[in-house]
């Protein structure tokens, strides 16, 4: 690995406009049942609210496990999300093949935790039977500027969880320049994510195009150099099939069709399942 000193890129104003041009003209483009299909099975159906139970958490698995009854025909949502103390119900009623159980950790959203509760809440998370998690890295040290902090914690992390797959949440609204973006997912990669996604969606602004493209650039950076394909997720604020559909045409453009399914691409959202279904199936669902 270069030292992490290596991991800096400047972008010109120029590149990213038109390059986000490039996909708001191109996205409609993209409006077909097998596209609007492939999104919804990318989704992280997400839940994760203070507010949430037990119940809940099961009434989302049902959904989920009942899905292939209700919609034959139609490929379910990735995984579920919710917070680590759900894992244990959704586990125990998931039936659905395929799904992944998804949980937030390392006290996100703020990662304002100690890094020996985090590596603690990681591993209970996975033990109690999420498959992947995902973590905010700490975004006051990496403002600060100390890099390294938050490569270890970051390794130290991926340690944790054993099997299940680590995303790492880089917050882009916070890091705010492209620059900041770029090395944040070089970081994060380097130190062993499987995915990289912009936002825990508690924080404005959330996921946006600019954000996603560089992050997917600096993934097809890390690819070429290391042989390795890391996964990318776009969170917060997606809720819409225009909005689902423009992040896919970032995902083509700039990494092509081997990343185009939910092994490598995933939407976090709260609120899209329903207006994809509405369009696949051309009425008003409200299923989720
Ligand atoms: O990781 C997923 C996000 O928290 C979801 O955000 P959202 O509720 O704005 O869709």
């Known amino acids: 690995m270069k030292s992490i000193n290596g991991f800096e890129r400047k972008f ?3 590149e990213v406009k038109e390059a986000i041009e490039n996909v708001q003209n191109k996205y409609a483009g993209y409006r077909n049942d097998e596209t609007l299909e492939l999104a919804f099975s990318c989704i992280d159906l997400t839940t994760l609210n203070s ?14 496990s009942n899905f292939s009854i209700q919609f034959p025909g139609l490929a379910n949502v990735g995984a579920i999300c919710v917070y680590p103390k759900l894992v244990p119900v959704v586990r ?15 006290g996100f959203p703020s990662s304002m935790t100690f890094a020996d509760v985090k590596v603690m809440e990681t591993k209970k998370t996975v033990e109690l039977g999420a498959d992947e998690i995902d973590i905010v890295i700490s975004i006051g040290d990496f403002l600060a500027g100390d890099y390294e902090f938050v490569f270890d914690e970051i390794k130290q992390l991926k340690e ?23 090395k944040a997912s070089l970081i994060a990669m380097h130190a062993g994510a ?10 404005e602004p959330a996921a946006t195009l600019e954000a996603a493209w560089v992050m997917t650039t600096a993934i097809r ?9 890391v996964g990318f997720k776009p969170a917060g604020g997606i809720s819409t099939a225009d ?14 069709k081997e990343w ?12 899209l399942a329903n207006n994809l279904l509405t369009e696949l199936v051309g009425e008003e669902v409200k299923y989720f």
């Not at 969880?161 to 705010?176: F, M, N, P, Q, R």
């Not at 950076?221 to 390795?228: N, P």
């Not at 909005?243 to 092509?256: F, H, N, S």
């Open 160 to 182: 944790a969880c054993g099997d299940a797959h680590l995303k790492v949440i880089l917050e882009t609204g916070a890091l705010k320049t492209p620059e900041a973006i770029w």
């Open 92 to 106: 125990k009623n998931l039936k659905a093949e395929g799904v992944n159980i998804a949980a937030v950790s390392a």
């Open 51 to 64: 507010t949430d139970t037990e119940s809940r958490g099961k009434q989302f698995a049902d959904n989920v």
């Open 194 to 203: 499987d995915f990289i996604k912009t936002s825990t969606g508690k924080m």
């Open 260 to 271: 185009m399914n939910n092994q490598l691409f995933r939407i976090g959202a709260s609120r």
């Open 221 to 229: 950076h890390y690819s070429e150099e290391t042989g390795r394909k």
């Open 243 to 256: 909005e689902a559909l423009q992040y896919l045409t970032v995902v083509d453009e700039v990494l092509g």
């Open 12 to 14: 010109a104003d120029e």
